[in-house]
C-alpha cells in the first residue's frame, strides 16, 4: 500500500473486540477504502490502572446498595419503603436503562440492557420492589467485576506482548533484512 494514502486513526475507548469488528467492517465498506484493520495500541499505564474500576460507578452502587438494604431490614411505611427501593433502583439501575432506551432508538432491542430493565421493571410493577432493585444490583456488581478481570486479562496480554521481537530477519534467497514481524507471514 501506498503510505501517503495510508491513515491510522486511535479511537480511544472502544474496549470492546465485537465493537472493534463492527467498526472495521463498516469502515471497510466505505467507498475508497481498500482494506481496514484494527488492533490494540499501548495504553496510558495510569489510565490503565482505573480502567474496570468506575469509581462514580463504585460509589453509586454503594450508596444503592445501602438504600436497598435499609428499605429491606427495617419496618418502614409503604411510600417511604417505596421511594427508598426506587431510589436505590435509580442510583443501581438508571445507566442499565438509559443505554438500554438508546439502543431501542438505535433498533436494538433485545440486547442485555433491555432485557434487565424489561425484568426489573416488571418486578417492580407486580410490587416486588426488592426483587427488582436485587437484580439489578447484582447485574451491576457482576458487570463491574467483569470490568475489572477483562482490565487484568489486558494487562496481562500487554506484558506478554512487550516481550515480542522488535524485528524479524526475513530471507529471500541469499538477501537477509530486518523487517517487523507484522510483515512476516
Known sequence: MDERNRRELML?????????AKVEKEINDLPG?????????????????NKGINKTRVVRLGIGAALFFTALLFKLPFEVELGIFLASYILVGGEVILKAVKNMLKGRVLDENFLMSAATIGAFAIKEF???VAVMLFYQVGELF?????NRSKKSISAL???RPDYANLKVGD???KVSPWEVS
Open 146 to 150: 467483569q470490568g475489572i478481570a477483562v
Open 33 to 49: 477504502v481498500t482494506q481496514a484493520g484494527h488492533k490494540e495500541h499501548e495504553k496510558n499505564e495510569e489510565n490503565e490502572e
Open 130 to 132: 426488592p426483587e427488582g
Open 175 to 177: 538477501e537477509v533484512r
Open 12 to 20: 480511544d475507548g472502544l474496549d470492546c473486540a465485537i465493537c472493534a
Open 161 to 163: 506482548i512487550d516481550i
